[in-house]
């Protein structure tokens, strides 16, 4: 009755299945450790955000370039203040704003964006304080140079002069004459007039979309893997119902490739 099991037809659905359910296993298990390896960098990103603030600053020149081990870390830099920027449609505490950005010419040659805090309303350079004069130490956290579209961040262009969608080198180096740093740093301390503006977490360490995301692929791939066990029984089961109706000498009158299949073989003697 189950030698149509040995059929080309059959050999091809089980080295088909044999092969798919492994593979949806694999995918499914590495989506699982794509979740599990997000849990475990938002963990380690909220434990290095509370010793940052307990951490010495240190030079700006040994965090970098920024990771997620640096990101968040207190670093001091020394420069005089040059060209302001603001950074519009930023958001504290459910209030739209923008931040004030000022250039830090180092010593080094290069200037460090500093985030001097955040006024609330519409971009209005008027509004924001002047940055002080002369060499000043600012410290701050360190923060990775933000991608447009990121969480927070515009990807509009066309803005007026004077403003910027995104604090990174790439954004801003048509807009100023300086060499840049590839990272910024917002104060801990506002400039008088503005508050604070929190630091972020590194890229990919939150349970963010994209980490339901992969959790929900998971899902996907071990429903994938049950389906193509239950397709394969219920071929199994239809099939050998086939064989058991031509044995008994009754098959639909369906032009079915499966029912001729096991006639032939119910027609064969056994030897």
Known sequence: MYRFLLTPRWWGINVFVLLAI????????????????????????????ESAR????????????????TSGKQAVATGRYGTQLLVPDRE???????YVLTLLRTD?????????????????????????????????????SEQ?????????????????????????????????YDAWVTLDTAD?????????AAADTGLDLKAFQNLGYTGEWFVFAGFVVFMWFRLLRREVEFARDAELGILPEADDESAAVVQD???????
């Not at 590495?30 to 955000?49: G, T």
């Not at 579209?149 to 080198?169: F, K, M, R, W």
């Not at 073989?265 to 030897?271: F, G, L, Q």
Request: one cysteine or more; charged letters at 20%.
């Open 22 to 49: 492994p593979f949806c296993l694999f995918m499914g298990s590495w989506q699982l450790s794509r979740f599990e390896s997000r849990v475990d960098d938002h963990r380690d990103a909220k434990e290095q955000a």
């Open 108 to 144: 080094g040659g290069k200037a460090l964006p500093v985030v001097r805090g955040w006024l609330p309303g519409n971009a209005d350079s008027a509004k924001a304080p002047a940055p002080p004069a002369g060499e000043v130490t600012v410290t701050g956290a360190l923060q990775a």
């Open 92 to 98: 504290i505490d459910g209030r739209d704003g923008y």
């Open 192 to 200: 008088p007039g503005m508050t604070a503006v929190p630091a972020k």
């Open 148 to 180: 447009p579209g990121d969480d927070g961040v515009s990807a509009e262009g066309g803005l007026p002069a004077g403003q910027t969608a995104a604090i990174s080198a790439a954004s801003l180096v048509n807009l100023v004459p300086d060499d840049l």
């Open 54 to 69: 307990t951490d010495p600053a240190r030079p700006l020149a040994e965090l970098l370039p920024v990771d997620k081990a």
């Open 265 to 271: 073989e119910a027609s064969t003697p056994v030897r």
